[in-house]
DNA sequence: CAAAATATGGAGGTCGTCTCCATTTGTCAA
DNA sequence: TTGACAAATGGAGACGACCTCCATATTTTG
């Protein structure tokens, strides 16, 4: 799809340490108090480097979304291949919110950053809703969980979990939704 | 709470017009391709007069999104007064997506403008979220419906719903995590 | 109707964004 | 190692959107 031509050696380390300064100054919360021609002084880098690299904020936060999203990939793939599917497709979810919990000023500024473009986060999510379509799919065959409601429905709620980042009653609303997806998706209709 | 003082003549017709403008703009999808100041001259204004009503984007669309919620919470009121509590739970919630449906330009201008400043999207939804307890709260007097999930985790799959506007198959999804809460809900964990 | 209060609009200052290119750094072949 | 070529760098400065400010216009009040 994306014939990623080799970077120079330099380059490689200048992008990593704009990706790691993104990843501090997102969780921090203080992405938007600072001028983008800033971050890249922050990141040691000049502001040409910064705009070849990433071209947007969005483009530096969809950066950062594919490394979260490959880390809960892996972990989707363990907790599959440790865990009758029912519990994995449960340790999963309730694990999703215990990670967003966890890097509260991660999630918001991500959730914030891509609401236009969210056909970019769309896109980058693609493999964690894999992750989540074969979960749903092995306690399906296991016939612990219904087959009428597809994968996106779940992606959906968790999108909406992650959106709404500021609720003051964030943790316990949140595994509410887990609950009552949980709970749908093995109820009969 | 805001001792709103009374607008002079004028001064309301203009705030209409651009309440007015900012709802077709939105609808339209066309309002983050336009400069501020163009959305001014839009709409008959100057752009002194756009600052003083509207300080920001985020105010306007919270201004619009305003007299979205009461629309809907006066369905709202409409369905709790007509049907047994269960069936206008159900059918509040199926109405909403059609609502979003209908209107799916406002909808995803309204998510994006509303994505940093969440905090005043809970705000301005407080008195939808307080529609949707009280259809909840009937639900479970009448025993339909457990009572240890409360409201917020509906309106945060509600705003799931709402901030995932543009995915591929949005419809059948949404109708997906209804399906799943009404169920989650129904069922006794 | 005059005066006071309120609202208007758009010219221009301010400040973040992004481009451009002279210079530096890395790579590779001889 | 060295020379030559390609790739990458950084930051000065042009650009353009945002927002303030106030002389003017409109509404309201006494």
């Known amino acids: 799809m994306t ?5 120079r050696a330099d380059a490689q380390r200048k992008r990593e340490a704009l990706l790691a300064t993104a990843r501090e100054v997102f969780d921090a919360g203080g992405f938007f108090d600072l001028r983008f021609d800033d971050f890249a002084r922050l990141a040691g880098v ?3 480097t910064l705009y070849r690299h990433f071209p947007t904020r969005e483009a530096l936060a969809e950066a950062v979304y594919h490394g979260e999203v490959a880390t809960l990939c892996d972990c989707a793939r363990r907790l599959q291949a440790t865990l009758p599917a ?3 497709l449960a ?3 309730r694990g999703m919110v215990d990670h967003m919990d966890a890097h509260q000023g991660l999630a918001r500024t991500l959730a914030t950053l891509m609401a236009d473009r ?3 986060l769309a896109e980058g999510s693609r493999a ?3 992750a989540v379509t074969d979960l749903i799919a092995a306690a399906v065959k296991d016939g612990v969980v219904r087959d ?3 994968a996106g429905a779940v992606m959906m709620a968790l999108h909406g979990i992650g959106a709404a980042h500021d609720r003051p009653d964030w943790r316990a609303e949140a595994d ?3 609950t009552l997806v949980l709970d749908g998706l093995v109820s009969r209709g």
Do not use: C
Not at 3 to 7: F, M, R, Y
């Open 3 to 7: 014939a990623d031509k080799p970077l």
């Open 46 to 48: 000049g502001t040409g």
């Open 86 to 88: 029912a519990e994995a």
């Open 91 to 93: 340790a999963f979810l």
């Open 118 to 120: 969210s056909s970019a």
């Open 128 to 130: 964690l809703e894999q």
């Open 148 to 150: 009428d409601v597809d």
């Open 176 to 178: 509410g939704v887990i």
